[in-house]
């Protein structure tokens, strides 16, 4: 499988960004779960949010709720990572995430993706 990020780049505090994620290869169509992390400078890479292929209700992290939303176009083989109200915390490098199954509160744990893209920088300015 593989995941190619797009779309990051520079905005001012309040703005809005929405982020690609494309997947790809010969295992794509058994992925269940797609998902964002994020990694600012000095820190540890970090949940943002998840959805699975076959739907249901997705998954964010306390810091992004009513901010974010995340999004999937099966036809497209793409996920999408609509951020509004952005803040200078936001700023970090975002990364894609995949794997076949994630189940209950693993879906949070960097660990629990087999799948990597190569993420995507994002740039908060106050």
Not at 35 to 56: L, N, T, Y
Not at 64 to 74: C, L, Y
Request: net charge positive.
């Amino acid at each position: 499988v593989q995941l190619q990020a797009f779309w990051g780049g520079l905005v001012q505090a309040g703005g809005s960004l929405t982020l690609s994620c494309a997947a790809s290869g010969r295992t794509f169509s058994r992925l269940g779960m797609m998902a964002w992390f994020r990694q600012a400078p000095g820190k540890e890479r970090d949940f943002v949010s998840g959805i699975r292929w076959s739907g249901g209700s997705p998954y964010y992290a306390d810091s992004v709720k009513g901010r974010f939303t995340i999004s999937r176009d099966n036809t497209k083989n793409t996920v999408y990572l609509h951020m509004n109200s952005l803040k200078p915390e936001d700023t970090a490098v975002y990364y894609c995430a995949a794997d076949l199954a994630v189940h209950g509160s693993t879906v949070y744990y960097r660990k629990s993706y087999a799948y990597w893209g190569q993420g995507t920088e994002v740039t908060v300015s106050s």
